[in-house]
């Protein structure tokens, strides 16, 4: 082939290649102009005032996902009307939770290159009280009882050095005084009644008992541990062993929390338990479907999930001592949090 | 630079080399680093949008699954040897590359049906299947295409393009999702589009005959037997000692960066960035140390490298937290790679008969990633025995008790000798 036919083969097939890319970005692009248009069967969202000041009429505060104007943005329902029309507040938020009047909103910013990400403390009104630039993706929220402290999980990996292992970074914020633990991995562990330190620690999933005390999952060495920590003492212990995004009910008494199982789908490893801490008993909680969420309790007998749905994620219910089965809360939503 | 004539086939340079003038890189050279140049903007495309796509798009917990665990290293290891001999036999080099580029290609548009973590982790293992295959093969048509004397150069020319895809990579995966909120479907498909391109430059740019006219009399034979033989030539063996003795004292650079980030204090925010700047001293030093290579002579050059990674090494060590550290240990840790990567080849090529060349070349750069694999996994068990300051202050001591061993065993200078190039 001579030159020219050579140029004229790569000149056409550039052209068509071209035209495959352009049309995919297109596509992408109109499917999520798509998404900000309401959907005729998508549950009522109006713009409005959202505050997390616990009042006497309980409200779910979650991540609206339903299509149009108000998509990802935090909004309330009533609790007694979880189906009913969303007030949405204009503050979007990957993840969230909030307690006390204190929130902790993971939000996107745009970068220049490429697309960062923050941590945003909120106070009742929703308004910005300070932020943090995060590690990598964020996947997992909280705020103790008090509203005092703040912890949040992300995801950090994507480049080529790392390969395919991701790796995760926990954060604990006191709000009051602004200190922040920027990784738990630097405190120290004990394993097994043994100190321990490793490359490959990883902590996700902090849950509050109080202002000082978390629980929260540890992995090394292909293990996963439910480790208590101590932010005074700087230090996490382990207590058990295949447990992951522990949640404290609010009685202090048991951790919901999700499990690998052998025998499951390697894609869907996970079924739903609760722990009493006092018996140190584990209670399977009546969800056939794998659960990949850090639950929410309701009350002392229900707990809060997500589940993959038509619009992202439907939030589902489900008693907290094994017995009944799923309820559907509320379609398209995500990291609900209750107040009052 | 002066390109050359694209018209004019890879014929020995050495006929237009003569002492004192600039030559050109050969064109089969700049088309082999235009290929890897597009290859790594499509494959950083999805590397970098990865786990963004499994934890926002797929709504999964990528952690603990492993998506390609250990096993996987010893299976590229032997997928790498086996591509040098195929490309061997024959002189297939290009045929072999095409199709480890090719692999490559097919596997972008699978992610978009590869929904779940077992399958997108067989896809990316065949991904790396495809690039295990090419590796060799492609150096080879390299050093082939080069006069003897230039080989560093044209290694750092090859090695600067294929980084300047690497960081354009993300960029572009980015833009996309500028344009398109959560368009990963956009962005696997723009990564397969690209990646066809490069396999076209490939197929119509780079000559297939890399392996010059019929073989010399007397000249070996390619079969398993002789390439195996080839760790009996005493310049192959010093050789591949000496990348497998400072290869085990190479921390990864995941531990590099997490050092980086643990002991220098850098903010999180910038922590996806560190290896950007890694990347950007190797582009910016390939070329130049390439030529100081071919000049002062390989082995001094890569010896120099693993001298600077140990400055790094170094400067991670006491507890100094200078705004400035940062910028220079990623500035060492981009000339080591510079001083390293295609140098390390350039000396091979040399110790090499070109009817072998694929399967030396693969037999070096095998040993070097087995040792630096055995280093990663010794220095993950030194952190959990020791904690990080030991386990780096550990394998700096290593780095420099190999370092001496590798200037005892010293090869001779393959800048002045040639295992054979075109005729």
Redo the contacts between chains.
């Keep these: 082939?001579t030159?020219r036919n050579?140029l004229i083969?790569?000149v056409t097939?550039?052209l068509v290649?071209?035209g495959?890319?352009t049309a995919?970005?297109l596509?992408?692009?109109s499917?999520?102009d798509r998404k900000n248009q309401v959907q005729a069967d998508g549950p009522p969202v109006r713009g409005g005032q959202v505050s997390l000041a616990p009042d006497s009429a309980r409200r779910i505060v979650f991540r609206n996902m339903a299509w149009g104007p108000h998509r990802d943005e935090l909004a309330t329902v009533p609790a007694a009307d979880p189906a009913g029309p969303r007030t949405a507040s204009g503050v979007k938020c990957?993840r969230f939770y909030a307690a006390a009047g204190t929130g902790v909103c993971l939000q996107a910013e745009?970068g220049a290159?490429?697309?960062?990400y923050r941590a945003v403390i909120l106070d009742a009104d929703l308004k910005e009280r300070a932020h943090?630039?995060?590690?990598?993706?964020p996947?997992r929220a909280r705020v103790s009882p008090s509203g005092h402290l703040a912890a949040w999980t992300v995801?950090?990996?994507?480049?080529?050095?790392?390969?395919?292992?991701?790796?995760?970074?926990t954060a604990i914020l006191d709000t009051r005084t602004g200190a922040l633990t920027?990784t738990l991995e630097d405190f120290a562990i004990e394993r097994d009644g043994h100190p321990?330190?490793?490359?490959?620690v990883?902590f996700?999933g902090v849950t509050f008992a109080d202002d000082q005390h978390f629980y929260a999952t540890m992995?090394t060495a292909?293990k996963?541990y439910l480790v208590r920590g101590d932010l005074a003492a700087r230090k996490v212990t382990t207590l058990r062993t295949n447990l992951e995004c522990p949640s404290l009910s609010p009685d202090g008494t048991r951790i919901a929390f999700k499990k690998r199982v052998a025998g499951l789908p390697?894609?869907a490893p996970w079924h739903l338990y609760v722990l009493d801490l006092a018996t140190m008993r584990e209670t399977a909680l009546a969800e056939p479907r794998s659960v990949?969420d850090q639950l929410v309790w309701q009350d002392d007998r229900t707990v809060v999930y997500s589940l993959?749905g038509d619009y992202?994620?439907d939030l589902y219910s489900l008693p907290a001592d094994g017995t009944g089965g799923p309820r559907r809360l509320l379609t398209a939503g995500l990291a609900p949090a209750y107040l009052g | 630079m002066y390109v050359a004539d694209?018209?004019s086939t890879p014929a020995a340079p050495a006929a237009r080399l003569t002492t004192g003038r600039r030559s050109a890189v050969a064109p089969t050279v700049l088309a082999l680093g235009a290929v890897s140049l597009i290859t790594d903007v499509s494959s950083?495309m999805v590397?970098?949008?990865?786990?963004?796509y499994l934890?926002?798009g797929l709504?999964?917990?990528?952690?603990?699954?492993?998506?390609?665990d250990g096993v996987y290293n010893g299976f590229s290891a032997l997928v790498r040897l086996v591509g040098g001999h195929l490309a061997d036999r024959g002189g297939r080099h290009k045929a072999v590359a095409v199709f480890g580029y090719g692999l490559s290609a097919v596997c972008k548009p699978l992610l978009l049906v590869a929904g779940?973590?077992?399958?997108i982790?067989a896809v990316?293992a065949a991904d790396r299947t495809g690039k295990g295959l090419r590796t060799a093969p492609r150096d080879a048509m390299i050093s082939l295409a080069s006069a003897p004397e230039a080989r560093g150069r044209a290694f750092g020319v090859h090695r600067a393009m294929d980084t300047a895809g690497?960081l354009l990579g993300?960029?572009v995966a980015?833009l996309?999702?500028?344009?398109?909120?959560?368009?990963y479907?956009?962005v696997f498909?723009?990564s397969f589009?690209?990646a066809?391109?490069g396999v076209?430059?490939l197929v119509?740019?780079v000559p297939a005959r890399a392996a010059g006219p019929e073989r010399a009399p007397g000249a070996p034979r390619a079969s398993l037997k002789a390439a195996l033989a080839l760790l009996g030539e005493r310049e192959v063996r010093r050789l591949a000692l000496c990348a497998l003795l400072l290869g085990l004292a190479t921390v990864?650079?995941?531990?590099v960066?997490?050092l980086l980030q643990r002991r220098l204090d850098v903010?999180?925010?910038w922590?996806?960035l560190l290896?950007l700047g890694t990347a950007a001293a190797f582009l910016l030093l390939a070329v130049p140390l390439g030529r100081l290579a071919d000049r002062v002579g390989r082995w001094q050059v890569f010896l120099g490298g693993h001298a600077a990674l140990l400055c790094a090494y170094a400067l991670l060590l006491p507890g100094w937290r200078g705004a400035a550290l940062p910028y220079v240990v990623l500035a060492l840790h981009g000339l080591f790679y510079a001083a390293t990567d295609g140098v390390l080849m350039a000396a091979a090529a040399g110790a090499v008969p070109a009817e072998l060349r694929s399967s030396g070349l693969a037999l070096i750069q095998t040993g070097q990633a087995s040792a630096r694999f055995v280093c990663s996994i010794a220095?993950?068990a030194a952190?959990?025995a020791w904690?990080?300051r030991t386990?780096l202050g550990t394998a700096a001591a290593a780095l420099a008790l190999c370092a001496a061993g590798a200037v005892l065993l010293r090869p001779a200078d393959p800048a002045r000798t040639d295992g054979g190039t075109l005729a």
């Design positions: 082939m030159l050579k083969v790569l097939a550039l290649l071209a495959v890319a995919s970005v596509h992408a692009a499917r999520e990957l745009r290159v490429r697309d960062g943090y630039g995060l590690p990598g993706i996947t995801f950090v990996g994507g480049d080529s050095y790392a390969g395919t292992n991701f790796s995760t970074r920027r321990y330190h490793a490359s490959d990883n996700w992995a292909k996963t390697a894609d990949d993959p992202g994620a | 694209s018209r950083e590397t970098a949008v990865l786990p963004l934890v926002t709504g999964l917990s990528p952690l603990g699954f492993g998506l390609l779940s973590l077992p399958v982790g990316l690497a993300p960029l980015f996309i999702l500028r344009q398109a909120v959560d368009g479907d956009a498909t723009v589009c690209v066809a391109v076209l430059v119509l740019f990864s650079d995941s531990f960066y997490l903010p999180d925010r922590f996806a290896p220095f993950g952190w959990t904690g990080d386990a």
